[in-house]
Antibody
């Protein structure tokens, strides 16, 4: 069974750097073609894809966030980390990590429960 | 960038059929995937590749995609189907992908 769980600070001040961790089980980055994504959802709004990291450390980012977001992985710990710099109130959202089973399977099989991050002074 | 359009809400009586549409330019040329999201929970994949159901998703859920519209159909609707449903496609290129989501449709079971 695949599970993912997001963790991070519930409150961040504007201009600070947000760091979120996704800890997962049921799969490993030692398996070819797996990937994990970060997706966010502002309160009452739709889902927005932010970033994706593949088993081989290749990363992809949505263009609008490319200069502010970095995604890394720790294979032995079964974790991925999202860093977002210079946060603003518009970054207030629930942040989800999600599992993608294979390159070419361009959907997200399993999602975490999400973690709500509020950006406020 | 590619845009997916969904109706904000759909209401349906128990036992009836709910149809949730997702519109996009030449959407039939893309693969559409659907997620169900209940309050306070992460989304759950309910349909992929237009009309394939993941294991554990009831046969009451079906999908289609043609022209500019994809449809998620829920037959014999139950109270447990009440949720927000999102469609999603992959756009862009291998070097610069974009995972695009629709705005979501709230399904209310009357």
């Amino acid at each position: 069974q695949i599970t993912l769980k997001e963790s991070g600070p519930p409150l961040v001040k504007p201009t600070q750097t947000l760091t979120l961790t996704c800890t997962f089980s049921g799969f490993s980055f030692d398996t070819s073609e797996v990937a994990v994504a970060w997706i966010r959802q502002p309160p009452g709004k739709a889902l927005e894809w932010l970033a994706l990291i593949y088993w081989d450390d290749d990363q992809r980012y949505t263009p609008a966030m490319r200069t502010r977001v970095t995604m890394t992985k720790d294979t032995p710990k079964n974790q991925v980390v999202l860093q977002m710099t210079n946060v603003a109130p518009m970054d207030t959202a629930t942040y989800y990590c999600a599992y993608q089973a294979k390159v070419g399977m361009r959907w997200f099989d399993t999602w975490g429960q999400g973690t709500l991050v509020t950006v406020s002074s | 960038s590619y845009v997916l359009t969904q109706p904000p809400s759909v209401s349906v009586a128990p036992g009836k059929t709910a149809r949730i549409t997702c519109g996009g330019n030449n959407l039939g040329d893309k693969n559409v995937h659907w997620y169900q999201q209940k309050p306070g929970q992460g989304p759950v994949l309910v349909m992929y590749f237009d009309d394939d159901r993941p294991s554990g998703i009831p046969e009451r859920f079906s999908g289609s995609n043609s022209g500019n519209t994809a449809t998620l159909t829920i037959s014999r609707v139950e109270a447990a189907d009440e949720a927000v449903y999102y469609c999603q496609v992959w756009d862009g290129t291998r070097d610069q992908p974009e995972y695009v989501f629709g705005g979501g449709t709230t399904v209310t079971v009357l």
